[in-house]
């Protein structure tokens, strides 16, 4: 009953409602006298410094699911669960140098999305379009898995009803709140409230790991209970150390996932509002800290599973939600003031990225489908308006997903997402070094790619579901004889790869027409205070220019 958790909503409600108005205080925050422009209400002016953008990317990837799914999946599978802390130590290595290539191309070219350069880079609407709608598709389920991590805590504190309208209520009221305060002030409001947000987030992460460990008898018993849970399980792939069935899936998966993650738009988004080329270099290098905090965030689910946490019913008849039990974790071993805190931390966890998603998708949509093909001659205004609106539509459609669907589905659809989004891999991240691919190559490699990923997926069975289960393929399907999976967006992008390489030798023997690229080698090293060229579509002017080998 709610009554019992009486103080932790109250805690949580007023967080919530600070947070908010921090939102809507945003607007006159370093604000220009005009934000009817996307480079102010989608980028916050491009003008982020390195504290700034640091909570912004951090608060960005490290989201309220984090949060409960991590420790959840530790606490179901066991060290399955952790590849997520390899994942994003390798990213930043990884991306260093594209993300510096693609802020300077952005910055000289006023670009606002991953898909306005590749139309720029490729000369082809058409490669644009695939990019902003994979963009879009990818992001939907990203903003949903928010609204699961809210709901686990609201299912906690009992704030739970008979109907589904009843039941759905606070995240819907919440959603709203986040839409207003995004309307009005764009980027800069999650940008502010991530301050909030990383902060709680450290101060609850710290207390629990110093506190609970003690409580529970050290690390030692809470590495033995779970070690008991496994050894008991009738998955012979769960456990606290991986097998050799897991293992291949296990380094797909993280190095897939690593590849995939700066590739989302909201990632581009919150780097593109950087002030500069140094703000990210640093944040590159600054970022892992996080990776530290997630290490002992998914620690959480062996605490857990040491307390006896058990956890709540799910959606379906004798199912169980594991994204429940680091609430009730904290509700069981916590003073209330306290649970009410670090419900609060995972509830404004999930508005931020939210927000940031929310407004990459719209950006996506008004700047590479309404300005691309339902109004060429859109003013600045214009484009900020639309863009507003569709943040607006994006939020409704992601409380649709939750109030309609299965959560768990809507898990195994972010999944499914991180398939998709790496099929930008190819025309994004590679096109920033090299314009050696064909243009329709990589429409065919995208094709490939995604076809490819799709017949996988719906291929993986889960407990649940026949189809669409998750995202590792069994490899006996490919006719191999062992039990092993792989992830398959690894999988998928190589064809694409593979595709897209092999057709544009053969474009290329019959000279089929490449198009024209519309940037020089020096807008890769364009740093602030460098002088901008038009931004459009591609013009006489940029014709005239040298292609970048």
Same mark, same amino acid.
């Not at 579901?465 to 399907?477: Q, V």
């Given at each position: 009953m709610w009554r019992d958790h009486l103080t932790e909503i109250i805690v949580f409600t007023l967080l919530f409602l600070l947070v908010s108005a921090m939102g809507f205080v945003a607007a006159r925050w370093r604000a220009p006298k005009d934000m009817a422009h996307l480079d102010e209400w989608g980028l916050g002016g491009r003008s982020f410094g390195g504290w700034i953008t640091w909570f912004l990317v951090g608060g960005d990837l490290y989201t309220a699911y984090t949060f409960v799914a991590v420790p959840a999946l530790m606490f179901g599978a066991g060290a399955a669960g952790f590849f997520a802390v390899p994942y994003t130590i390798v990213v930043y290595p990884l991306v260093f140098l594209v993300l510096i290539r693609l802020w300077s191309v952005s910055h000289r070219h006023g670009f606002v999305t991953p898909a306005d350069f590749v139309r720029r880079r490729f000369d082809s609407p058409v490669l644009a379009l695939l990019i902003a709608i994979t963009g879009i598709v990818a992001t939907m389920p990203y903003i949903a898995l928010q609204l699961v991590g809210i709901e686990a805590v609201l299912k906690t504190m009992g704030v739970t009803g008979e109907s589904a309208l009843a039941r759905h209520l606070p995240i819907i009221i919440a959603f709203a709140i986040l839409a207003a305060y995004t309307y009005q002030s764009g980027l800069r409001a999650p940008a502010l409230i991530a301050f909030v947000k990383d902060s709680l987030i450290y101060i609850v992460i710290l207390v629990a790991v110093i506190y609970l460990p003690y409580k529970l008898g050290g690390w030692g018993d809470i590495f033995d209970a779970a070690d008991a849970k496994f050894q008991a399980s009738p998955n012979p792939n769960d456990g606290i150390l991986l097998n050799g069935n897991n293992q291949l899936q296990y380094v797909t998966l993280a190095f897939g996932s690593a590849l995939a993650l700066f590739l989302y738009p909201h990632s581009i988004t919150g780097v593109l509002a950087s002030r500069n080329r140094d703000v990210i270099k640093r944040n590159m290098s600054a970022l892992p800290a996080y990776s530290l905090l997630l290490g002992l965030i998914a620690l959480l689910g062996y605490m857990a599973i040491a307390a006896g946490v058990k956890p709540l019913p799910g959606a379906t008849e004798g199912s169980v939600d594991n994204n429940t039990i680091v609430p009730l974790l904290f509700d069981q071993q916590f003073p209330d003031w306290f649970a009410g805190v670090a419900y609060a931390a995972i509830g404004i966890g999930a508005l931020v990225p939210a927000a940031i998603m929310s407004i990459a998708a719209a950006n996506l949509f008004t700047r590479n489908i309404y300005k691309e093909y339902l109004k060429r001659d859109a003013t600045a205004a214009q484009e900020a308006n639309v863009s507003k609106i569709t943040s607006l539509v994006v939020k409704v459609g992601a409380v649709a997903c939750i109030v309609f669907l299965d959560p768990q589905f809507s898990i195994d659809l972010q999944l499914i997402g991180g398939v998709i989004i790496l099929q930008t891999l190819p025309a994004v991240a590679l096109g920033l070094y090299t314009r050696w691919f064909h243009r329709t190559a990589l429409i065919a490699g995208w094709a490939a790619g995604m076809g490819l990923g799709m017949?996988?997926?719906?291929?993986?069975?889960?407990?649940?579901?026949?189809? &669409? $289960? $998750?995202? @590792?393929?069994?490899?006996?399907? &490919? $006719?191999?004889?062992?039990?092993?999976?792989?992830?398959? $967006?690894?999988? @998928?992008?190589?064809?694409?790869? @593979?595709?897209? @390489?092999?057709?544009?030798?053969?474009?290329r023997a019959a000279k089929a027409p490449e198009g024209v690229d519309g940037t020089t080698p020096d807008d890769y090293f364009a740093d602030e205070g460098d002088p901008r060229v038009t931004p459009g579509p591609t013009s006489e002017a940029n014709a005239a220019r040298e292609p970048v080998a």
């Open positions: 017949w996988m997926l719906y291929q993986v069975a889960s407990p649940t579901r026949k189809h &669409f $289960g $998750g995202s @590792a393929f069994p490899l006996e399907k &490919f $006719g191999f004889d062992t039990p092993k999976t792989i992830y398959v $967006g690894i999988v @998928a992008v190589l064809v694409n790869l @593979a595709v897209a @390489a092999l057709l544009t030798l053969i474009l």
